[in-house]
């Protein structure tokens, strides 16, 4: 089944070599924050909430990057608007450990889902599926945070949900030369795979590759 395939995927070690490049790059960019006082623990949740969401798409859309015109400008756009509609709003609503707990990686593996079944023309209904199913999840948890927020707005209005505001819109921005890396590698990768097909000479090919 294509779920089975996105485990098999994603459990690769080229993409777990990724993730953990990804994770350490973030987790750099996070301490020079934490260094500048722009970063604390209680921004930890937020953190992980835009990785698995924004940094994640990101990684499992570099595959067209070399296809589409203004490819990371839109990346960072569609980002943006992502961080700037539910990612803030939603995170300002303390849900219940367990519940957090078991949202992080159904939402994970389901945007996972949802950007392996995209490729495939057979999958599109399946992607269909689950692009309303997170959308009713989004819009539920939308909801409940709204509400939290006209019911407190002088609560809603402080410097910590600023920080909390400010602090994805930073991990979009600063994670774009990691993703450009990455796509770049990927890239050559691809060429080199080309240039080995066409040139037998291994003198050559070294040449060629450099």
Known sequence: MLS???VKAFFTFRILLVNF??????SFIIYLLYRLHLWDSSLLKDSMYWFMGSGVLVLFSLT?????????KNILWD?????LVLEFVVNLHQFGLITELLLLPIILFLTMIQVVAGREEQSQK???IID???VVLGFTMLGISLQRIFADFSGFATIPNLESFLLPIIL???FIPFAY???LFMNLELLFIRLGIFLTNKKNLRYAKW
């Open 181 to 183: 890396c990455v796509a």
């Open 4 to 6: 089975g395939k996105v």
């Open 21 to 26: 490049l990804a994770i350490l790059y973030s």
């Open 172 to 174: 979009s921005i600063s």
């Open 126 to 128: 399946v992607k269909s």
């Open 64 to 72: 067209k990057a070399n296809k589409e015109k203004d490819f990371f």
């Open 132 to 134: 309303w199913v997170l």
């Open 79 to 83: 980002n943006l608007k992502l961080v």
